[in-house]
């Protein structure tokens, strides 16, 4: 393959440190030199992208995605219980629509028929279809462990505990062959009214789930409102922490402690489309505005104390398609208060540390893997820009140009 060189370029390398001027040259899948200007024969052979003084970045990461849920900006379906035929070709097209808008890998927040994502997840790696890097999840377990795609969050009164079943949960998903086994610790107003705050497993069961995840080599994600099953995730060392919507200091304090182990995904696209897009008033069981008051609070608080924050907004649904993701990088300045830079930092730098892939993935750098956007203009000054495809001129997945410039 004929390597690429990226000229007249504002790099944001993802660590945080200002954009500079270089030249940026890929040879195979991997980013071989950053420098002012590269000698002479080692121009020679490349293909020259001429970025026109655009910025380029590393690929975006979306630390929340649901490609199974049915909608995107391209198509939109108000169902999520399709046959599993369907469900695999919206899984690969959400996959494409991820890439086309500049996110080059995506930890998935869950999906009905993991296997979907699995098959999606070997396609995409092999290159034979566009998508993005792919961490693939298993569906959301739930309280009692009802059935895929059916949620009532009942809450762990009235019922027994249950470790056995839980484990074997997380042991039949691993051997699915999932990357990533999520548990729905709290209930979720916006879906069952009043259940956010409603703690929906014990602390054995989480203790037995977080046992079988490490025996068979699988990570855990808690979807996680209410403060008590915040804590449970943590002291049981779950690794990623959806929603975190009602911590206390209690959780806070846990969530600080446990900082360069655990990811915080807050999800703001969510809630701004709950808030303005659902297409009707919510309800106040939803509890979408105390949840949007919440997390603007809860937020600025994590990154004063160092944990990581990621972008990742629940973006799927049908007033919230998948195509929209980069709306949370403006939602992350505009809500919680997070520099441009800050944030991209944790779309790029932090998003490879949550992909497992922190030593190769997520900065401009020569030996890491060659995941690239070019954007027509900076998006630290804006970074709504990013949400505008037609500005994206140039997207580069794993050395392969997806989008070339025109």
């Given amino acids: 393959m004929k390597p690429t060189l990226f000229t007249d370029v504002l790099v944001f390398d993802g660590t945080g440190r200002d954009p500079f001027p270089a030249e940026v040259l890929v040879e195979g899948n991997r980013i071989t030199a950053v420098a002012d200007r590269l000698p002479r ?62 996110i080059t890998s995506a930890y998935s927040g869950g999906n009905r028929l993991p296997g979907t994502e699995i098959a999606a997840r070997k396609a995409f790696a092999e290159g034979w279809m566009p998508g993005p890097r792919l961490k693939a999840a298993s569906w959301e377990g739930s309280a009692g462990m ?3 795609g059916v949620y009532d969050f009942p809450g762990v009164e009235g019922r027994a505990c249950d470790p056995d079943s ?11 062959g999932v990357d990533i086994v999520k548990l ?21 069961e989480v203790a037995a789930a977080a046992q079988a995840a490490r025996k068979h080599g699988v990570w855990l994600t808690a979807h996680a409102h209410a403060a008590e099953s915040i804590k449970l995730a943590v002291r049981h060392g779950i690794r990623a922490v959806y929603h975190c919507t009602f911590a206390d200091e209690e959780a806070l304090d846990l969530l600080e402690a446990a900082r360069d182990r655990v990811f915080v995904a807050p999800t703001p696209g969510i ?58 990088l403006e939602l992350f300045v505009d809500w919680f208060g997070l520099t441009p830079a800050q ?47 037609h500005r994206l001129r140039a997207i580069m997945k794993d050395g392969k140009l997806h989008k070339a410039p025109a």
Wanted: charge should be negative.
């Fill in 41 to 102: 024969d080692r121009r020679a052979a490349a293909r020259v992208i001429d970025g026109g003084g655009g910025t380029l970045l590393p690929g975006l990461v979306d630390a929340h995605a649901h490609l199974g849920f049915g909608s995107t900006v391209e198509h939109r379906s108000p169902r999520r219980d399709e046959p599993v035929e369907e469900k695999a070709l919206l899984v690969a097209h959400a996959g494409r629509v991820l890439l086309d808008h500049g």
């Fill in 166 to 176: 839980v484990a074997r949960f997380v042991t039949d998903m691993a051997e699915l």
């Fill in 271 to 328: 809630i701004h489309a709950n808030l303005h897009e659902a297409g009707s008033e919510t309800e106040p069981g939803m509890e979408v505005r105390a949840t949007a008051e919440a997390v603007r609070e809860v937020v600025p608080e994590l990154v004063r104390r160092g944990v990581r924050v990621v972008p990742g907004g629940d973006y799927g649904f049908a007033w919230n398609p998948v195509g929209r993701n980069l709306r949370d």
């Fill in 184 to 204: 729905s610790l709290s209930g979720e107003s916006a879906v069952v009214q009043g259940t956010s705050r409603i703690v929906q497993f014990t602390a054995a």
């Fill in 146 to 148: 009802v059935e895929p």
């Fill in 343 to 389: 944030t991209l930092c944790a779309a790029t730098r932090l998003g490879g540390e949550i992909m497992g892939m922190a030593d190769e993935l997520g900065l401009v750098r020569p030996g890491f893997l060659a995941d690239l956007v070019l954007v027509d203009g900076d998006p630290l000054a804006e970074i709504g820009i990013l949400q505008d495809r």
